[in-house]
């Protein structure tokens, strides 16, 4: 069974050591990294697609529609989830 998916989604987005880490509230235990915004997206998408398949299912491809941030550091930012 998957789990409900949200319509609007709030990342928690870091910045240390020159790396962003981010997490999902919806989603525990979802967190992700890049050394740039872009790669950041990629990688919570991957993040969410894995979370979202079933055991023994393909991850279906996650598009995040609307992710930014503007000022790095400790900010929430929001993104609409888009699920294939």
Same mark, same amino acid.
């Not at 990688?43 to 979370?51: P, Q, R, T």
């Given at each position: 069974?998957?789990?409900?998916?949200?319509?609007?989604?709030? #990342?928690? #987005?870091?910045? &240390?050591?020159?790396?962003?880490?981010?997490?999902?509230?919806?989603?525990?235990?979802?967190?992700?990294?890049?050394?740039?915004?872009?790669?950041?997206?990629?990688?919570?998408?991957?993040?969410?697609?894995?979370?979202?398949?079933?055991?023994? &299912?393909?991850?279906?491809p996650v598009n995040l529609v609307g992710f930014e941030l503007q000022t790095p550091g400790e900010v929430p930012a929001t993104a609409a989830l888009?699920?294939?």
């Amino acid at each position: 069974m998957q789990p409900e998916m949200p319509t609007e989604l709030h #990342v928690k #987005v870091r910045l &240390e050591d020159n790396s962003f880490w981010a997490t999902v509230d919806e989603y525990p235990g979802v967190f992700a990294a890049g050394d740039s915004l872009d790669e950041l997206r990629e990688s919570l998408e991957e993040a969410i697609a894995l979370y979202l398949a079933g055991p023994d &299912e393909q991850p279906r491809p996650v598009n995040l529609v609307g992710f930014e941030l503007q000022t790095p550091g400790e900010v929430p930012a929001t993104a609409a989830l888009e699920y294939a």
